[in-house]
């Protein structure tokens, strides 16, 4: 029996077709992932079924075990036994797990809150999901993944049956990952269904029993795991085929650039306590040096020291083309050909009211100053050169860079960077959040960037990606430089021993 149907969907913007005749149907009991690059449709689908867009303002019918509903609203999609886990957290940090979970719905006695009958069902809801936790702690002072297994307990206390899950891991660790998934099979074996919603193909196919693949608004097909392969899943995605989706590396032995030895970094509030420690390597001309670790092992930290936008205290010496280096500031570091792209692109690394022209060029206006004027002719031409180059999908270079899709923002700032000519090119998590089609174009970027020459230090949590793109990876666990390990040489299990700590190096 199906637990969800959508037949003939149809939802139309002034200037443009979002879905097209779009049927998705769902087994009860099952998890069935939807896929799609960023503009597929799968947002406004999901909008749909859970009532921010109303009746009437698309075409198609939605069923709910078999009965027709039209909902109004998200309250109507709600009362039918529709959740959805946002990829942003709903939570409020200063209230207790309890008062979240019954936020809006709290059990009443004479018309008073009855906080003691509150704590009893919010216990038996973390106990369902096989959680440890207090009831009464803040929110705010739980983990990102306890976070979201809250979520979960609050949508099925309001007996939603139907969880539809957007993004769910982009902000976990491994561990949080496997204990999420260990929890979703779990509620399917009791009956409780699930729409997920994922750029991350390895979980699908681990996770998933169907999965359904959107493109350009129309379904491209569906089938159950395991009768397609991730390949097959891909070039579905993007409608045409991708090939390898990293590019060939071919090492070259480039001389060095960067040098840090024994370099530390102090936390900014807590006075000699280092989050970084005495930590060395070399980077070469041309070379991708992968760094690989957990959250919080101290990449972030070890590498916004080295670009002088830490606030804490450094030690060490930086040492670049053989000459010693202090950066005291961005600034300084990207005048001297050292550029950062941060993890969180829109809180450090775009202006996101400002069009995709300022955004890549903001960072090398000094060079297009001419008489103290910036020349608007020759920084119009070389945004959009740039923008050719980062294949960025857009309508205009003078569009606001907040109408773009993650993967294009990002490559966006990729741009941006590179518009300084930059000696070494440091990237933090460039990958996370975009869809497969940009990741690829991203990885194929990184590749014709080594090839020209430019140094490139990868961060990421992503194992596949790091071992895919890197000629060398170094791993970091608490702070520290625990293994090393040449191309070819990697795999997921021997990072990841090294990460809990049987350190290798070569």
């Not at 739980?142 to 976070?147: D, H, N, S």
């Not at 990606?465 to 070819?488: H, K, N, T």
Request: hydrophobic share 40%; glycine share 12%.
């Amino acid at each position: 029996m199906h637990a969800l149907e959508m037949e003939g969907i149809t939802k139309e913007f002034p200037g443009t077709r979002a879905l097209d005749g779009v049927s998705f149907a769902v087994r009860k009991g099952t998890i069935h992932a939807l896929l799609g690059e960023n503009g597929a449709g799968k947002s406004t689908l999901m909008k749909i079924l859970s009532g921010v867009y109303p009746a009437g303002s698309y075409e198609g019918r939605i069923r709910i075990n078999g009965e027709e509903k039209r909902f109004r609203n998200p309250r109507d999609a709600e009362a039918a036994g529709i959740a959805v886990i946002h990829q942003e957290l709903s939570l409020v940090g200063e209230m207790t797990v309890s008062e979240n979970i019954f936020l809006g719905d709290e059990p009443r006695r004479w018309g008073v809150i009855d906080r003691e009958e509150m704590h009893v069902q919010a216990k038996k809801w973390l106990d369902f999901l096989g959680l440890d936790l207090d009831p009464e702690a803040k929110v705010g002072s739980l983990g990102i993944g306890q976070q979201q297994l809250v979520e979960i307990a609050k949508a099925l206390s309001k007996k939603s049956d139907i969880l539809i899950l957007d993004e769910p891991t982009s902000a976990l660790a491994d561990e949080e990952v496997r204990r999420l998934t260990g929890i979703l099979k779990d509620l399917s074996g009791k009956g409780v269904t699930c729409v997920y919603i994922s750029h991350k193909l390895n979980e699908v196919m681990d996770l998933a029993d169907a999965v359904t693949v959107l493109r350009d608004g129309k379904v491209a097909g569906t089938s159950l795991i395991g009768e397609w392969t991730e390949d097959k899943i891909i070039s579905m995605m993007v409608g045409r085929k991708l090939g390898a989706l990293y590019p060939g590396r071919k090492r070259g032995a480039g001389e060095t650039v960067l040098e840090v030895r024994n370099y530390s970094v102090y936390h900014p509030a807590r006075r000699g306590k280092k989050v970084v420690h005495d930590v060395s390597f070399s980077l070469r001309k041309g070379e991708v040096l992968g760094f690989a670790g957990l959250v919080g092992a101290g990449r972030t930290e070890l590498f916004a020291g080295i670009f002088g936008a830490h606030e804490g205290r450094t030690e060490g010496t930086v040492l670049l083309e053989g000459r010693e280096i202090t950066l005291r500031h961005p600034g300084e570091a990207i005048r001297r050909g050292i550029v950062y792209l941060p993890e969180d692109r829109k809180r450090y690394g775009l202006f996101l009211g400002m069009d995709i022209k300022k955004n890549l060029t903001m960072a090398s206006l000094d060079r297009l100053v001419k008489w103290g004027i910036v020349d608007e002719e020759r920084e119009l031409r070389e945004a959009e050169e740039q923008a050719a180059r980062m294949r960025v999908k857009m309508a205009d270079i003078e569009m606001r860079i907040r109408g773009l899709s993650g993967g294009n923002q990002q490559k966006v700032l990729l741009g941006k960077s590179l518009m300084t000519r930059p000696k070494v090119l440091i990237l933090d998590e460039p990958t996370r959040g975009v869809d497969i089609g940009a990741k690829a174009d991203i990885y194929q970027i990184i590749g014709e960037l080594s090839r020209e020459g430019v140094a490139v230090v990868l961060i990421s949590s992503d194992l596949p990606e790091v071992i895919g793109m890197s000629d060398r990876i170094l791993v970091m666990a608490g702070g520290r430089l625990v293994g090393e390990f040449e191309q070819g040489e990697a795999t997921e299990e021997k990072i990841m021993a090294c990460v809990t700590g049987g350190g290798a190096f070569a």
